[in-house]
């Protein structure tokens, strides 16, 4: 159980290009999702906190024009890029989680690579 | 582009040895722990948590360690094996707020 899948898996744009990211619970409503960024050698970095049909909790430093989530159902957050640059080349990953409001874990979808051109 | 990465501290155990995995946390007050498992180019996946309210937990062929007094994490892997060959990461949670994430340690099983 708590299945998480991540899509796509790996993509390549030129720069200036939007790139989309879905996180889907599979067999779990998801009340929170969290979106995570993630460079070589390094640990996790949350970029954001989503609850269902409410605006995400962005991060010191992280933009919330440039990183846009949307969290509309229970089974679904979406991370876009906005007009990704080089820069913004990471490994993206999503988690989510049953309950906000109580230690449960966060189960992980297997990453997203974005590199931009 | 992506900033240089670091090194992550290296475990290299034999096969078939036990491996201890340790990790130092910073707030005292957080009250819930979790070790994950991530691969090459995979998401972390869980491996065991406990609460606060203890100080050891066994799954199959892991044991977590909790000392509160000097805030210090173990996993331990008993009989560990080429598919055990991953970063592992602690991560600590302080009831209901968000994970913080240790810097990982990369296990290395030799054969």
């Known amino acids: 159980g708590a299945v998480v899948s991540q899509h796509p898996s790996w993509v390549i744009c030129k720069s200036g290009t939007s790139v989309k990211i879905e996180c889907r619970s599979l067999?779990?409503?998801?009340?929170?999702m969290f979106w995570y960024r993630q460079f070589p050698k390094q640990s996790l970095m949350l970029m954001a906190t989503?609850?269902?049909?409410?605006?995400?909790?962005?991060e010191q430093g992280v933009e919330k024009d440039k990183f846009l989530i949307n969290h509309a159902s229970l089974t679904l957050s979406t991370l876009t890029v906005t007009s990704a640059h080089p820069e913004d080349s990471s490994f993206y990953i999503c988690s989510a989680s049953y309950n906000s409001g109580s230690n449960q874990p966060q189960h992980f979808g297997d990453g997203t690579r974005l590199s931009i051109l | 582009g992506e900033s240089v990465g670091l090194h992550l501290p290296t475990l290299s155990v034999q096969e078939g040895d036990n491996s201890i995995i340790n990790c130092a946390y910073s707030?005292?007050?957080?009250?819930?722990f979790i070790w994950y498992k991530q691969e090459s180019g995979k998401g972390p996946q869980f491996i065991i948590d406990?609460?606060?309210?203890?100080d050891k937990r066994q799954g199959q062929r892991v044991t977590v360690l909790l000392n509160k007094t000097v805030k210090h994490l173990s996993l331990q892997i008993a009989a560990t094996q080429p598919g055990d060959s991953a970063v592992y990461f602690c991560a600590e949670n302080n009831y209901g707020q968000n994970f913080v994430f240790g810097p990982g340690t990369r296990l290395s099983v030799l054969p």
């Open positions: 989503s609850n269902e049909g409410s605006k995400a909790t962005y």
């Open positions: 707030n005292s007050a957080s009250d819930y």
């Open positions: 067999d779990f409503q998801a009340t929170t």
């Open positions: 406990i609460r606060s309210n203890m």
